[in-house]
T-cell receptor, first 113, second 116 residues
Framework: GNSVTQMEGPVTLSEEAFLTINCTYT??????LFWYVQYPGEGLQLLLK?????DKGSNKGFEATYRKETTSFHLEKGSVQVSDSAVYFC????????????FGRGTSLIVHP | EAGVTQFPSHSVIEKGQTVTLRCDPI?????LYWYRRVMGKEIKFLLH????????ESGMPNNRFLAERTGGTYSTLKVQPAELEDSGVYFC??????????????FGEGSRLTVL
């Protein structure tokens, strides 16, 4: 079956530190990959996505590259801010399928001033 | 444009009681999804509506859970009778139908259910 594995949190960083949140996946077929973010008191919202191998998704200073050879989609940001504190979820959908995302367990990020 | 709204935001009930969660999707979105997240674990798919029809309910845990989507608009998820393991955050999401589908889902803030 399809699954997404994320690194366990919480990840605690100081402001302006470099961020990496690891995500690997298992899928039958050719998935599209997503990062969603949930800020405190809000619903999940799409942060970025990539639909094929070697694509790079980017938004708000965050980036992730779809690596088919390592089945990974790691989230990175060069300099985090306190406002980036949130829970980050990696997800996949199968192209041409039902578009029902399979999510990871989420990684909590805490950024201190 | 209003987003996905869920009600209640938090419900505390005793084991054996009934709870009904409601979701109002974004207007015009044919697809509606229910997910559940138990503390610290992955967000698990429960079911998927296309308009008023259940397209996929493979994630529903058991027959204590009943989901409906009246007239293809809002949806309700009823848990009867509730058990301790039903505690968690229930998320509703919606997405456009047809060529509007991109894989992106639009989520509500979630309904936190605590069963004592």
């Amino acid at each position: 079956g399809n699954s997404v594995t994320q690194m366990e949190g919480p990840v605690t960083l100081s402001e302006e530190a470099f961020l990496t949140i690891n995500c690997t996946y298992t899928a039958t077929g050719y998935p599209s990959l997503f990062w969603y973010v949930q800020y405190p008191g809000e619903g999940l919202q799409l942060l970025l996505k990539a639909t094929k191998a070697d694509d790079k998704g980017s938004n708000k200073g965050f980036e992730a590259t779809y690596r088919k050879e390592t089945t990974s989609f790691h989230l990175e940001k060069g300099s985090v801010q306190v406002s980036d504190s949130a829970v980050y979820f990696c997800a996949l959908t199968l192209s041409g399928g039902s578009y029902i995302p399979t999510f990871g367990r989420g990684t909590s990020l805490i950024v201190h001033p | 444009e209003a987003g996905v709204t869920q009600f209640p935001s938090h419900s505390v009930i005793e084991k054996g009681q009934t709870v009904t969660l409601r979701c109002d999707p974004i207007s015009g979105h044919d697809n509606l999804y229910w997910y559940r997240r138990v503390m610290g674990k992955e967000i698990k798919f429960l079911l998927h509506f296309v308009k008023e029809s259940k397209q996929d309910e493979s994630g529903m845990p058991n027959n204590r859970f009943l989901a409906e989507r009246t007239g293809g608009t809002y949806s309700t998820l009823k848990v009867q009778p509730a058990e301790l393991e039903d505690s968690g955050v229930y998320f509703c999401a919606s997405s456009p139908g047809g060529t509007g589908r991109t894989g992106e889902l639009f989520f509500g803030e979630g309904s936190r259910l605590t069963v004592l």
